[in-house]
């Protein structure tokens, strides 16, 4: 759905993207992930044609970007950097405008395909009054709305779920992943670990530019080859354990152990009492710690 | 696209508020002459302004030549400022592009909108002040305050009937309209340059004071039938009799030089732009 080749883009003498290789499947969720500041806004502007690239290619749903922009951007439903309205006009004055900019998908499906949007983002039910008078939440399902105008095979999102509420999150996570169902490519981009790590398939972590990690979640976080142990018996634990054992702290202990069914077989026959027992995953945070230093919005002196 | 930027205009009340201060101004003048009863002498006062108090059908044209040095080009820097650098504050710039709109079709329709709002912003002061003048001035046919009865007379001093009158009109309008896209193309283009719809508009106002500077500087000369302003009143040419063509021709021209000249401008930077708004 969307490729990159050795995709650049510099600002005068600041490079902004650099050299991203990025390769979105059909039917992937997935997210783009990195610090503010790092490349995420100006890499979703080139997919969409809005910035022109330094140097590389992007083909998006086959096609070369933006060479046959028209021919793809009817396809695609974008949010980009925040929702963005005529603020003295109604939510559906607004959808009906955008709508009529868009080489014509029928004038006479308007009204029926705008109120299917509204509903879509929970928004069926909203009276005439202007942009102006929403909040910010209402403005974000509004923007969705947009995206969803044409049915389209492909999702750009940029921080889709700024300024909503937890209820209006979960809300927006169960819509994408309805649309995903129905075949809609999801191209989340944003810097909120727990949004990525519910909702999406595959990553890609950029940091300053560069595309540093990439790959499914569920591989990202594999175990670790120790397993976390509670038990009321440490200290006879430690014994068994001896030259497993990592670390202690009272009741929890951290075994370096690959079989953790094992384990708990070992200890149970030498009568250690398990309160709990699981094997240790990356956290996707841990995973995007390692990969990525601090954002471009701190300047304070490297340590 | 252009019903889309037409509609977005008409639904816009700063544009209805323009319009109304521009109809405005001609009624204030208008009750002013009505209510002191002698008229301001021969060439002085505004064009037409002596004529109109006998013949209030010739109104229209007095309006036009009230609110065409100052007001109308303000209008339309305002709306021309707007056309680009509004929707890129605004953010919405990115959603139409993403909509697709296509860069060449949005600016075109943004241009033939903004055309579509001069005629009509003119066409409406021009009915606004027929009706007035006729109201407070009574048409010729009518005795004039002097007791005489008198035809609309050209600014050369012959009759004129009210077809001839209307046509002239027609020619004054369209002239006036092709005087106001020329400053609209150059405002435009700077609202491709500039992030914000107020800075484009200044900028366009800023050309339209130096120009009308320089028209008054002798020693700029060279440049004078250059100057975006030096033909625009040139449209006082139609009530002349026989019609003066010369400087009208040339107006004409000129004013097709600056909309090819800006307007592509403006389309080789904004095709060719990142868009980061």
Known sequence: MIVTRGLTKRYGRTVAVDAVDLEVREGDRYGFLGPNGSGKTTLVRMLLGLVYATSGEIEVLGQPVPKRLADVLPDVGALVEGPAAYPHLSGRRNLALLDAAGRHRGRRTRRRRIEEALERVGLAGVDRRPVKAYSLGMRQRLGLAGALLDRPRLLVLDEPTNGLDPQGIKEIRELLLELNRDGTTVFLSSHLLAEIEQLCTRVGIVDHGRLVLDGEVAALRAATGRVLLRTPDPAVAAAVLDGHLEHRDGEHLVVRYADAAELNTRLVSAGVRVSDLREEHRTLEQVVLEVTSHGSDRFGGTR | ?277
């Open chain 2, 1 to 277: 696209m252009i019903g889309v930027e037409l509609r977005k205009l008409a639904l816009r009340p700063r544009v209805w508020v323009s319009v109304l201060l521009l109809c405005l101004l001609p009624a204030i003048v208008a009750v002013f002459l009505a209510t002191a009863d002698f008229a301001p002498p021969p060439g002085q006062g505004g064009a037409f302004l002596s004529a109109v108090v006998n013949d209030g059908s010739l109104y229209p044209a007095a309006a036009l030549a009230l609110v065409l040095p100052l007001f109308l080009p303000i209008a339309v820097a305002v709306v021309a400022g707007d056309s680009v650098a509004g929707e890129a504050s605004g953010g919405t710039l990115r959603y139409l592009l993403a909509r697709p709109a296509g860069r060449t079709r949005l600016l075109t329709a943004k241009l033939v909108a903004l055309a579509v709002y001069v005629t009509a912003a003119i066409a409406i002061v021009v009915l606004t002040s027929l009706v007035i003048g006729i109201l407070l001035f009574g048409t010729g046919a009518e005795a004039g305050p002097g007791g005489q009865t008198a035809q609309v007379v050209t600014l050369s001093g012959t009759s004129l009937s009210s077809s001839s009158l209307a046509l002239r009109l027609l020619g004054a309008v369209a002239y006036i309209v092709l005087s106001m896209l020329g400053f609209a193309a150059i405002t435009m283009f700077l609202s491709t340059l500039a992030d914000s719809a107020l800075g484009a508009a200044l900028g366009g106002l800023a050309v339209l004071i130096t120009s009308s500077v320089l028209e008054t500087l002798d020693a700029a000369a060279p440049v004078k039938p250059y100057l975006p302003t030096h033909y625009w009143l040139s449209w006082l040419d139609f009530f002349r009799d026989p019609v003066l063509w010369h400087n009208i021709d040339r107006g004409v021209l000129l004013q097709a030089g600056y909309i090819v000249v800006f307007f592509g401008a403006a389309w080789a930077n904004f095709a060719t732009k990142d868009v980061t708004s």
